[in-house]
């Protein structure tokens, strides 16, 4: 079976861009997980997808970050504009409803200068 | 709200020498524990979890048990080797919520001694 799939491994943006990075669920996952992880806040949440739904969307995130699920097996997080501060590994994982395990992909490293 | 305290790293050990990274959490609500591990170029995966108290999870030569009334899950394993350099992640969830979403500590890198 095939894991969570990010795409791309690699981003690196101007400051004020728009980047858009895309995230395929594990098949058959209810629950789809957009974290940030940088070395001195560690793992943050910033939303969460029950069904599609937008469960939560992370407080401090919600200025400019947008996460999207227009189908069951695509998510997209949106930057925009972004920042300098952006710069850090954004994680996509995804669960079975009835299930806690969270399946992790390999993250998107994004570069903001 | 939840949160989830480890030890601050980075750890640094010999080949064959144990290994503890201690948690320590708080919650209003009875979680289940996660221990996680991510090496490098990967996202984390799951090491184990438990979701009862006084209950023990292990893998891999981890292991780690719940203590309700310490409020920790402290990872412990007696011989470190090369390939357990990695980050560690422990984390709560919050089943009163019915969510999946699961809050982590900042992690623990440990590598070996060169």
């Known amino acids: 079976d095939a894991g969570v799939t990010q795409t791309p491994r690699h981003e690196v943006a101007e400051k004020g861009q728009t980047i858009i990075l895309k995230c395929e669920p594990v098949?058959?996952?209810?629950?789809l997980f957009w974290y940030r992880q940088t070395k001195i806040q560690g793992l943050e949440l910033l939303s969460y997808?029950?069904?599609?739904?937008?469960?939560?969307d992370g407080g401090a995130f919600k200025d400019r970050f947008k996460a999207e699920m227009l189908n069951s097996s695509f998510s997209t997080l949106k930057i925009q504009p972004t920042e300098p501060k952006d710069s850090a590994v954004y994680l996509c994982?995804?669960?079975?409803?009835?299930?806690?395990?969270?399946?992790f992909g390999s993250g998107t490293r994004l570069t903001v200068l | 709200g939840d949160s989830v305290t480890q030890t601050e790293g980075p750890v640094t050990l010999s080949e064959g020498t144990s290994l503890t990274v201690n948690c320590s959490y708080e919650?209003?609500?009875?979680?289940?524990l996660f221990w996680y591990v991510q090496y490098p170029g990967e996202g984390p995966q799951l090491l184990f979890k438990?979701?009862?108290?006084?209950e023990k999870g292990s893998s891999r030569g981890f292991e780690a048990t719940y203590n309700k009334e310490a409020t920790s899950f402290h990872l412990q394993k007696a011989s470190v080797q090369e390939s357990d350099s990695a980050v560690y992640y422990c984390?709560?969830?919050?089943?009163?919520?019915?969510?999946?979403?699961?809050?982590f500590g900042k992690g623990t890198k440990f590598s070996l001694i060169p």
């Open positions: 994982a995804s669960s079975l409803y009835s299930a806690e395990t969270l399946y």
């Open positions: 098949s058959g996952h209810n629950d």
């Open positions: 997808f029950r069904s599609k739904s937008l469960m939560e």
């Open positions: 919650t209003k609500q009875y979680p289940t």
């Open positions: 438990v979701p009862k108290a006084n």
């Open positions: 984390a709560l969830s919050d089943p009163g919520t019915g969510s999946n979403r699961l809050t």
